[in-house]
């Protein structure tokens, strides 16, 4: 299944293709909750959920060992949000 361009707004996308573009960026859904992902880079570590209206980010002891949380609407476009999401804390 192909992604819609990249510049779409991410409520274009079927959830299968929401799904295949977070694990593109290495995320993997949560067992016991799977509206939920996690993901682990080199400096961050987050929980992104898909939430009714937004996505829903929380990057897990990012800044002086304090959580921090964002949410972004499914109209932003998947560079947005890969910009906003996938860059960090």
Request: charge should be negative; proline fraction near 8%; aromatic fraction near 10%.
């Amino acid at each position: 299944m192909s992604l819609p361009p990249s510049d779409a707004p991410l409520y274009n996308y079927p959830l299968p293709e929401i799904e295949n573009w977070l694990m593109s960026h290495g995320c993997e859904p949560k067992e016991n909750d799977r509206h939920c992902w996690l993901v682990d880079k080199t400096t961050w570590n987050a929980e992104i959920c898909l939430e009714v209206d937004s996505i829903s980010v929380r990057y897990i002891a990012a800044r002086g060992g304090e959580d921090v949380q964002r949410a972004f609407k499914y109209s932003l476009s998947r560079d947005d949000l890969d910009a906003a999401i996938f860059s960090g804390p």
